[in-house]
């Protein structure tokens, strides 16, 4: 019994090491993401705003080209194992860059925290709670309209976070940035920015408009 269970955890680490390995030889093959200074220096700054826990041990960060992650929607990618966070050159110019690093720290908090699950393309129960928590409701809020399943998991999450404020006390009231509809005030208020989404659900198709203080894309 003891002896098979051995086994099993030998199996299962040299997995683990054999494809980080593979990761690790595509990146390097590549060579077209690295570190910059800069931009780490600006998502510690952002993790000690919405996530100091994560100061202790902050994931990686990398710079790509563009041609790393094409998909122009996509500001960042978190791949967890390899606490890794990879920007592309254009999320420096385009959109608003600190919420982009405080949406990928968003994930590597979740794992910290042992909440990450693999639904909603990560962006899950545990992800959008962590999100709600640190006052980035409204970037949870405009993600799940991106995703299968997200508008369920921001419920689930909202739920979660609010039977958590009801079993404590003092009830940390506005703490989240809700508002009583329900939506989520950004934290910084110069400037406006308008986002429409397309929607599709249960009452059919619908374009929604959301305006909230902050920065619009460049
Ligand atoms: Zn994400």
Known sequence: MQSNFRKLLLTSATRA?????LTMASVTALAQCWQ?????????????????????????VYLCSD??????????????????MRIPLRSTSQGNLTMTLAHELGHAETERRGLFDQSVQGHGVGWMR?????????????????FAGGGQAFQLAQQAVADVGRSQSPPSAGATGQRPDGSYARPTTRCVTRIEY???DANGRRVEVQEFPGCAAK
């Open 17 to 21: 090491s054999f494809s980080v390995m």
């Open 36 to 60: 910059d200074a800069g931009l780490s220096q600006l998502t510690a700054n952002v993790a000690r705003q919405y996530f100091p826990g994560l100061l202790q041990s902050m994931p990686h």
């Open 67 to 84: 041609d790393q992650i094409p998909d122009p929607r996509v500001g960042g990618i978190y791949t967890t194992g390899e606490r890794a």
């Open 130 to 146: 962590v999100m709600i928590e640190a006052g980035l409701g409204h970037e949870a809020q405009r993600t799940a309209a991106f």
């Open 198 to 200: 397309l929607i599709t």
